[in-house]
C-alpha cells in the first residue's frame, strides 16, 4: 500500500515536471493561415496566405505586397517531393515550372533551439483574453541566421518568427488567422494550364528553398 | 403573437449586429504587466514592468534597457491627480520629485481610432490555441503621431501598439503577462525616503506626459 503510494507520488511529480517544461514542439501536419512580413529596414511589406500539407510535403503560398514603389504579387505550389515548384499566372494562364532545390523542413521548434522565455499575450486573468506562448531562440548555420521563434504553448501554432540574415537584416513574420486543416484540397494541385503548351519550363530559374519559400 | 415575434427576431438582429461591431474600448481600470518597447532604427530595447491604476490616475514603472552601449535603468512613480512624478534611486535612497505636466489618458482605443482588421493570434481550432484581436489606426494631433493599435477583443488587454511620430520614427511596444487588478497596492505610494530631506526637488525637469511615461 504504502509502496504504491510512493510510487504514485514519484510518478506525478515526474510527469508534472515534463508536463512542465516547455518541448521542442512540431506543429500540426495540415496548416492554413496568413502571415505579413516585413523585411529588411521596412522597405517591403508582404501579405500572405498559405497552406501547408507536411504529409505530402507541399506548400502553396499567394503573396501581395510593396516593394519600395512597385506591387508585386506571387501565386507559388511547392511540391517538395517532385522537387519542382510552380509559378501560377491565372490572369493569362501560364505557368512557369522550376526546379525545386530544398529538402521540406516541418514547421517546428528545432531541435537545437534554446528556450528563452514562455509568457502571456493578453491576460490569462479572464477566459479568452490571452495567449500562453514560448519564444525559442537559436541560429541555423545553412542560411547564416539567427532566429527568434514564438509559437503557442498548445498546438505549438505559430505567431511571430524574426530571422536575422547575415548582411542581410531582419525579416520578422506575423503569423494570424491559423486553422489547423485545409478547407480545399485542391490548393495542392497545379491549374489545369499549367500541364498544356502554356508552361514554360525555367531551367536557369533560382533555385528556391523551404525558408526563402515562405518568406 | 406574431407581432411579439417578429419584435424578438428584429431585436435578436439588432443586438447580433451591435455584438458583432469591435467597439472603441477601454482597459479594465487595474492592470499590471510587461512590455518590450523597440525605439527608432532598433537602437534601444527597453523592458518595462508596469502598474496602472485608472481611478485614482497612479501609474508605476521599472524600466531597464541598452540605449547604445548605455545601460538604462528608470524607476518612476506617476501621480496624476497630484501633478507630480518622482524618480526613485533605492540603493542610494534618493528621490527625485517632478512636475507631471499631462492629463492622464487611460489605456483605451481613442474614439476616432478606425477599426483596420480582426484577427487571431494562432489558431482557433482548439482551446487555449489562439487569442482573437483587433487592431486599430488612427493619429493623435498633440504628439504628432500615427498609430497602430492591438488589443484583445475579449477584456481590452493591450497586445501590440505602434506609434509613428514625425522625424522620430517607430516606437513598437509588445505588452505581455498582463494580469487584471494590482498584486501590491504600495507600489503607488512613494518610499518614505522620498519625503526625507534627501528628497532633490527638480524644477528645471521636463516636463512628462502620458505618452514619454510608458515609451
Request: glycine share 0%.
Given at each position: 500500500m504504502q509502496t504504491s503510494l510512493v510510487l504514485t507520488i514519484i510518478l506525478s511529480l515526474l510527469l508534472g515536471a515534463f508536463a512542465q517544461k516547455p518541448h521542442h514542439c512540431k506543429s500540426p501536419p495540415y496548416l492554413q493561415g496568413k502571415l505579413a512580413v516585413d523585411f529588411p529596414e521596412g522597405k517591403t511589406m508582404v501579405y500572405e496566405q498559405f497552406s501547408y500539407d507536411a504529409l505530402e510535403q507541399r506548400i502553396r503560398v499567394v503573396a501581395a505586397g510593396k516593394e519600395g514603389e512597385h506591387d508585386v504579387f506571387m501565386d507559388r505550389l511547392l511540391l517538395f517531393r517532385e522537387k519542382v515548384y510552380y509559378d501560377i499566372i491565372y490572369h493569362n494562364k501560364t505557368c512557369v515550372k522550376n526546379y525545386?532545390?530544398?529538402?521540406?523542413?516541418?514547421?517546428?521548434?528545432?531541435?537545437?533551439?534554446k528556450h528563452r522565455a514562455q509568457v502571456v499575450l493578453g491576460s490569462l486573468s479572464a477566459p479568452a483574453e490571452g495567449l500562453l506562448v514560448n519564444n525559442w531562440v537559436g541560429s541555423d548555420a545553412e542560411i547564416k541566421a539567427n532566429y527568434s521563434l514564438t509559437f503557442t504553448e498548445f498546438g505549438c501554432i505559430p505567431v511571430v518568427t524574426v530571422y536575422h540574415i547575415d548582411g542581410m537584416g531582419h525579416f520578422l513574420s506575423s503569423f494570424f488567422d491559423m486553422v489547423v486543416g485545409i478547407d480545399d484540397p485542391a490548393v495542392f494541385i497545379p491549374p489545369a494550364f499549367c500541364f498544356s503548351k502554356n508552361l514554360v519550363e525555367s531551367k536557369g530559374g533560382k533555385a528556391t528553398n523551404h525558408f526563402t519559400a515562405l518568406l
Open positions: 525545386l532545390d530544398a529538402a521540406f523542413v516541418p514547421i517546428a521548434i528545432p531541435s537545437d533551439a
